[in-house]
C-alpha cells in the first residue's frame, strides 16, 4: 500500500477526531456500511461512465456539494460538450434480498428514496415549483419526483446479498441465483457489482403511461407522478433486461 496514501488517512482522522486504531471497527459497524457503499457506488458509477461514453463527446463530473445550503444532492453528472447538455445521475443500489427468481420472468428491485425526508417548510418551498400540494410533497416525502434527476444507475450485486447473525451484509446466491446469473455471464461477487443498469427517471414514475401504480397507503392517486421507493427491473427468460431498464453500456441511447 502506498505510504503517502496512508498519511493522508491518518491526517483526515486528526482532523475529524476519528480513531485511526479503530477505524476498520468504524467502517465495519451495520449501521455504518450502508452509507459509505451507496457513496462509493457513486465513484464506481462515475468510473464506469469514463469507460462507456466516448469522453470526447462528454465529461463525466463528480460534483462535491453542500446540501446543507440548499442545494441538491448530484451524485454524478454528465455533460454534453458540443451542445452544454447536462443530465444528473442518481446512483442507487439495488435492494437487499430483492431478487426473485423466475424462470420466465425474473426481477429485482432498487432501492430508490431519499436519504433526507421533506419536512413541511422544504414542501412549502417545492410545492411552489413542483406542480404538487404540500400534502402530496409529504405523503410522498421521501420519494423522488422525475425533476429531481435525469438517470437513474444501479447495480444488482445487492439483491443477492443476506444479512448475517451481526447485521452484516455478504453474498450469497442460491442455486436459482446462480443459473441466472450465468445467462448475464456473471459468476463472482465483483462482476456482479460490475453489472449495472440504467433508466430515465421519467420513465419510472407511477403513471398510465408507464403502467407504475403508486402503492403508497395514504396516497389517493395511484399515478401520481412520484417514482416508487423500490422501482422493478424485470428480466426476459435469457436474462436481457427489459424496458425502461438498459444496461449501461448502452446508456448513450438514452442521451439525446
Known amino acids: 500500500m502506498n505510504k503517502n496514501w496512508i498519511l493522508k488517512l491518518q491526517h483526515f482522522c486528526e482532523r475529524y477526531n476519528l480513531e ?33 461514453l466516448d469522453q470526447h463527446l462528454f ?18 453528472q454528465i455533460k454534453n460538450r458540443s ?26 428491485k432498487v432501492k430508490c428514496m431519499k436519504s433526507r425526508t421533506l419536512g413541511t417548510r422544504a414542501a412549502e418551498q417545492k410545492s411552489k415549483v413542483s406542480g404538487k400540494t404540500i400534502e402530496e410533497l409529504m405523503i410522498h416525502n421521501d420519494q423522488y419526483l422525475p425533476g429531481n434527476f435525469d438517470l437513474i444507475i444501479t447495480s444488482i450485486a445487492n439483491s443477492f ?16 441465483d446462480f443459473d441466472f446469473l450465468r445467462k448475464l455471464e456473471i459468476i463472482t461477487q465483483q462482476q456482479a457489482f460490475d453489472k449495472m443498469y440504467v433508466a430515465k427517471s421519467i420513465d419510472l414514475v407511477a403513471n398510465e403511461k408507464n403502467s407504475v401504480i403508486c402503492t403508497r397507503r395514504q396516497c389517493h392517486n395511484k399515478n401520481c407522478g ?8 424485470k ?6 433486461s427489459q424496458k425502461p431498464w438498459v444496461p449501461i453500456e448502452k446508456i448513450a441511447t438514452l442521451l439525446d
Open 161 to 176: 446479498y443476506d444479512t448475517n447473525d451481526e447485521g452484516l451484509f455478504y453474498w450469497n446466491p442460491s442455486q436459482n
Open 226 to 233: 412520484f417514482i416508487p421507493n423500490y422501482p422493478i427491473i
Open 20 to 52: 485511526f486504531q479503530n477505524l476498520a471497527k468504524i467502517l465495519n459497524d451495520p449501521k455504518v456500511i450502508p452509507m459509505i457503499r451507496g457513496k462509493s457506488f457513486e465513484f464506481s458509477v462515475k468510473n464506469r461512465l469514463e469507460k462507456v
Open 59 to 76: 465529461e463525466i463530473i463528480k460534483p462535491y456539494m453542500n446540501v446543507q445550503i440548499g442545494s441538491y444532492d448530484i451524485d454524478v
Open 235 to 240: 428480466f426476459d427468460s435469457d436474462g436481457y
Open 83 to 108: 451542445t452544454g447538455k447536462t443530465y444528473v445521475v442518481e446512483c442507487k443500489l439495488a435492494a437487499k434480498r430483492s431478487f426473485v427468481f423466475d424462470e420466465h420472468k425474473p426481477f429485482l
